[in-house]
């Protein structure tokens, strides 16, 4: 019995991966071919992008403020506040911006998604859009990618940039420290590689962030009570994804750059 | 009404101009290992209607949907107009779906949409123009009686009006063929009785080929026992012990298809099954 329940948890794990595959491949396919669904895939932008943009303000600014307050506090001791900058805009770039906009971005739309797109498979209303003659992965899925992506992008810039404001805000007012020297520092120590690193993350949990949602979206079963299970683990399952994948771009852009 | 109205791509529906409009030959299907359809076969020529009863569960909806496409059979073949569409791709479906009208048992009305933008779903995938759109949705909506109602929402509406808002949207672009997913369930005697109206009237105003899936014995002998007239835009029953010769019936059983033919056939037949089922 034990053998027999393990084999089925196989099977269906690798059929769910198989399916998710297929699924991201399926709408990626769509992208260049006919109809093209413009107006959808506006207001999927206006959703996610604009949608999340107080939430990424508000995370930014403050990771920034408290990566400045225990920086400084640590620094103190070598004597060495004047790299709080360096510190809060490196860290901040290559990896808080990136990796806490998508966890953010993935609460909110991958089970936005997930829950939006479930209760149109159980009742029935994904099935009749097939029967009208439309390809919910053309009309659905597709927007839904290209606007996670394209748009943690820029999330991820916006997050970037008011976290090193909110590292200056604790720096300036709260610790006393120099202004120009904040923001030299913070400037100074940012290098091609940095940057490439952190513009090249988010397009990565964009994409996982819209299949997992999606995925999850279209294979919901088991009325209302399937969908609330689809959204749990679309945000789970895409976080999850988001920081281990975050670990391998890291460890590969590394072994690229050496840094 | 205009009956200059194009439907979409009538080539298609004309390709097999001699094929019925809807074929099963041997089908089956299941699900997890659980038989739902066994071995069906039957026919719905060109201008006929086909009523299918059966109890709850029986896989009635599961049939209308392996007729669209929407679902793949186990084995066995099904064609649409001459067309076999089990070994077609979902998007050689699309246009052939675009000749099929389909009620969804539900409704399936999309609620982030008005009612004029549930009707005119398929014209605004079409690209047709804004105004084009608003006539033919005005006109598919008065055909249902509900012109009043373009701009509110799915969940604004009852019952009732939602099943007719989803009447609407399968006809609006004049298809060859349509498939009723119990268009009467869950509704109250009264305005059961408006729907079917409807599904009478789309019958012999526009003598179109369907399926009409119910559970209720007194829906579907309604449906055979009424004529629709178009002067007093009302239904009326048709003599004493005539009935509508292009309407027959289809009875699921237990997976299997009990019986396939004609009214008359059904209320003579001897078999106990069907003798138990009508009483
Ligand atoms: N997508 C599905 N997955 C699994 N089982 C299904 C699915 N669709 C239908 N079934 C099963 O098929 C049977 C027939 O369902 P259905 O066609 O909805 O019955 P009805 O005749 O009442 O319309 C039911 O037992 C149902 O559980
Ligand atoms: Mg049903």
Known sequence: MPLTTIDEAAKKGVSAVQRYSLLSAQALGNLFRRPFYGADLITQMDKIGVGSLPIVILTGFFTGGVLALNTASSLAQFGATAVTGQLVSLAMIKELGPVLTSLMVSGRNASGMASELGSMVVTEQIDAMRALGTDPLKKLVMPRIVATVVMMFFLTIVSDALGTLGGAFVSIFMLGQEATQYFHSAYQTLQYPDVVQGLVKPLFFGFIIATIGCFYGMNTRGGTQGVGKSTTQAVVVSSVLIIFVDFVISKFMIGIFGR | ?279
């Not at chain 2, 299907?29 to 201008?47: A, M, P």
């Open chain 2, 1 to 279: 009404m205009a009956t200059s109205e194009i439907a979409p791509d009538v080539s298609l529906v004309q390709a097999y101009p001699d094929a019925p409009a809807l074929r099963f030959d041997n089908v089956s299907v299941g699900f997890e290992g659980k038989d739902v359809l066994e071995n069906i076969s039957f026919e719905v020529k060109r201008g006929e209607t086909r009523i299918l009863l059966g109890p709850a569960g029986v896989g009635k909806s599961v049939l209308l949907k392996l007729a669209n496409g929407l679902i793949k059979p186990d084995s066995g073949r099904i064609y649409v107009f001459g067309f076999e569409i089990t070994s077609m791709r979902e998007e050689d479906l699309y246009p052939l779906r675009d000749c099929i009208g389909m009620v969804f048992q539900e409704s399936a009305l999309f609620d982030s949409l008005t009612v004029r933008d549930n009707v005119g779903y398929r014209l605004a995938e079409d690209h047709l123009p804004e105004d084009e759109i608003d006539r033919r949705v005005a006109q598919a909506l008065c055909f249902v009686e509900l012109d009043h109602t373009m701009d509110k929402y799915p969940s604004e509406l009852s019952g009732g009006m939602r099943r007719r808002v989803a009447i609407a949207r399968a006809i609006v672009s004049r298809p060859s063929l349509i498939l009723y997913d119990s268009p009467t369930g869950g509704l109250d005697p009264i305005t059961s009785t408006t729907i079917i109206e409807l599904v009478i009237k789309q019958r012999d105003v526009y003598k179109t080929s369907s399926i009409i899936v119910t559970h209720r014995l007194q829906d579907a002998f309604m449906i055979v026992s009424h004529r629709f007239d178009c002067n007093t835009n009302k239904m009326e029953p048709l003599p004493p012990n005539q009935t509508d010769p292009q309407t027959s019936f289809l009875i699921l059983h237990q997976g299997r298809l009990a019986f396939d033919g004609s009214t008359h056939d059904l209320i003579h037949s001897d078999d106990p099954f069907l003798k138990e089922y009508l009483s």
